[in-house]
């Protein structure tokens, strides 16, 4: 089976500007599941789509937002960015059994000038 | 709020020794702790994980042991080589068939450097 994708894999925006992540799940997994990484912070959850709802939500501001497809392909996007939304972005996709193994992606590193 | 805290920050050992990194959660509804290693560049990985129905469990040199009472659970790396070097996270998260899935918090991460 395919991996997780995600497009792009490198973003450079300036402030203000808005931007738009992809990622597409291993084939026949529902849950997509959205990370911000950055080395001060770690690992931050951001939020998890399971069948095109968002089920659950991190402590990141409204500027986030995500949406996920009817085959599971899910979008993030990130309006008006500031210098500290500059991070390698994560999507992880899994079943959503009680297996819930959870596989990532190779992520997206969004660099906000 | 919730949180997982991660012990060490940073962990040199000898090739061959021992490692083990601790991890404490504050939800005691948790149910799923998985470990991912990163290495440098490259995406996170699930190595191990557990349920709060077992106590541990292994997979060759990797083992995670729980502590539901003390809300703590740890991975121990034996016999350690070259490639283990990576940073290691915890993670801990509510997750049930159908549920309404709680969001996962990860730890800090560990990271591993084993010494030559």
């Known amino acids: 089976k395919a991996g997780v994708t995600q497009t792009p894999r490198y973003l450079i925006k300036t402030r203000g500007q808005q931007v738009t992540l992809s990622c597409s799940p291993i084939?026949?997994?529902?849950?997509v599941s959205w990370y911000q990484q950055t080395p001060g912070q770690g690992l931050q959850f951001l939020f998890e789509?399971?069948?095109?709802?968002?089920?659950n939500k991190g402590n990141f501001p409204g500027r986030f937002s995500g949406r996920q497809f009817s085959n599971s392909r899910s979008e993030m996007n990130v309006s008006t960015l500031e210098l500290g939304d500059s991070a390698l972005y994560l999507c992880?996709?899994?079943?959503?059994?009680?297996?819930?193994?959870?596989?990532f992606g190779p992520g997206t590193r969004l660099t906000v000038l | 709020g919730e949180n997982v805290e991660q012990h060490p920050s940073t962990l040199s050992v000898q090739e061959g020794d021992s490692a083990v990194i601790k991890c404490t959660y504050s939800?005691?509804?948790?149910?799923?702790f998985p470990w991912y290693k990163q290495e440098l560049g490259k995406r996170p990985q699930l190595i191990i994980d557990?349920?709060?129905?077992?106590g541990e469990k292994k997979d060759q040199r990797i083992a995670v042991t729980l502590n539901k009472t003390a809300k703590h659970f740890s991975l121990h790396i034996t016999e350690t080589q070259p490639e283990d070097s990576a940073v290691y996270f915890c993670?801990?998260?509510?997750?049930?068939?159908?549920?309404?899935?709680?969001?996962?918090?990860f730890g800090s991460g560990t990271r591993l450097s084993i010494r030559p």
């Open positions: 992880a996709s899994s079943l959503d059994t009680q297996t819930d193994t959870q596989y």
């Open positions: 084939s026949g997994h529902r849950s």
């Open positions: 789509y399971f069948s095109e709802t968002q089920r």
């Open positions: 939800d005691s509804a948790s149910n799923y």
């Open positions: 557990i349920r709060s129905n077992v």
């Open positions: 993670a801990a998260t509510q997750r049930g068939y159908y549920s309404s899935a709680s969001k996962i918090i």
